[in-house]
């Protein structure tokens, strides 16, 4: 680890399989690639865990199955809790 740097590190084959859990069954990489705005060898790569998702893909599928990017990345779902000044 380089000193000054907090190390954050992904299990890129995790995130690759709860990408395919959203993904199912009945669906085609090619099919589910496309409203990403990726291409079916690339929603592969990320699937497979040979390469981490984009900040875009991961807010993608943030909106469309409503899950947390925090979920995606970690399988955590992560609850914050609001204060005072959050209500305001």
Do not use: Y
């Not at 069954?25 to 865990?49: M, N």
């Not at 984009?54 to 993608?60: G, H, N, P, V, W």
Request: charged share 30%; glycine share 6%.
């Amino acid at each position: 680890m380089r000193k000054g740097k907090a190390s954050t590190e992904f299990d890129t084959r995790a995130i690759g399989r709860r990408i395919r859990e959203l993904r199912g069954f009945d669906v085609t990489q090619a099919q589910f690639a496309r409203p990403l705005g990726i291409t079916q060898a690339q929603l592969s790569r990320i699937e497979h865990g040979k390469r981490a998702p984009s900040a875009e893909i991961l807010l993608r599928l943030r909106s469309k199955f409503n899950k947390s990017v925090d979920w995606i990345l970690t399988g955590s779902e992560v609850c914050v809790a609001k204060t005072a000044s959050d209500a305001s």
